[in-house]
């Protein structure tokens, strides 16, 4: 079965502290990998993507993410937190085969210490 | 170029009755989805078109749920006879498929309360 698992629900981390979130996959096809953040009561905002080629993909706000397909996995990092990235981060895949809809992960909930 | 558009962004309604979600895609997006979020869970998908064909359907899609995409532009959600399970965030999205890699936006999300 396809699936996207984050194995942390909640992370603390100190400002200016490194960040990593975890995310591994399960899926038949080629997959394409996202992340996508999510404020209190607002929509998704897509941080960055994996489609082909480099496994290191850059994102917005500093972020970047290395897709790993020996370990099934698309982990997200930033070297230095601040407090404004506290929020819900999702973790998603899709593939063409799929239609292009995604799969999302149950998400981990980032709070930010000052 | 404006995002994913939904209204309203808040519905409270009284369980039985029907409530309908409107959907303005990214201008010239060809894909256009549904999802529904839950409190403490990721989206999960509802439906989906392309222009005005709808191309799936989840199992989630009740048959009290429809949607539709009459002009390939626009999309409604309905849910009839409202029930306290259907509280949830019900998120619309659209991308530009091309076959390749299809990068898919989310509006703000529309929030459903049945009392």
């Known amino acids: 079965a396809q699936s996207v698992t984050q194995p942390d629900i909640h992370i603390t981390v100190s400002e200016g502290a490194s960040l990593e979130l975890r995310c591994n996959y399960s899926y038949g096809a080629t997959p394409y990998l996202f992340w996508y953040v999510q404020s209190p009561g607002q929509g998704l905002q897509l941080l960055l993507k994996y489609f082909s080629g480099d496994t290191l993909v850059q994102g917005i706000k500093g972020f970047e993410a290395e897709f790993k397909r020996s370990q099934s996995s698309f982990n997200l990092r930033k070297p230095s937190v601040h407090w404004s990235d506290a929020a819900e981060y999702f973790c998603?895949?899709?593939?063409?085969?799929?239609?292009?809809?995604?799969?999302f992960g149950q998400g981990t909930e980032l709070s930010v210490k000052p | 170029d404006t995002g994913v558009s939904q209204d309203p962004r808040h519905k409270i309604t009284k369980r039985g009755q029907n409530v309908t979600f409107r959907c303005d895609p990214i201008?010239?997006?060809?894909?256009l989805y549904w999802y529904r979020q839950t409190l403490g869970q990721g989206p999960e998908f509802l439906t989906y078109?392309?222009?005005?064909?709808?191309?799936?359907k989840s199992r989630l899609l009740s048959d009290r749920f429809s949607a539709e995409r009459p002009k390939g532009s626009f999309s409604t959600l309905e849910i009839q006879r409202t029930e306290q399970g259907d509280s949830a965030m019900y998120l619309c999205?659209?991308?530009?498929?091309?076959?390749?890699?299809?990068?898919?936006?989310f509006g703000e999300g529309s929030w459903l309360t049945v009392v």
């Open positions: 078109f392309q222009n005005e064909a709808q191309l799936e």
């Open positions: 999205a659209s991308s530009l498929w091309t076959g390749v890699g299809n990068t898919i936006y």
């Open positions: 201008s010239e997006h060809n894909r």
């Open positions: 998603a895949v899709g593939s063409y085969n799929q239609g292009g809809k995604l799969i």
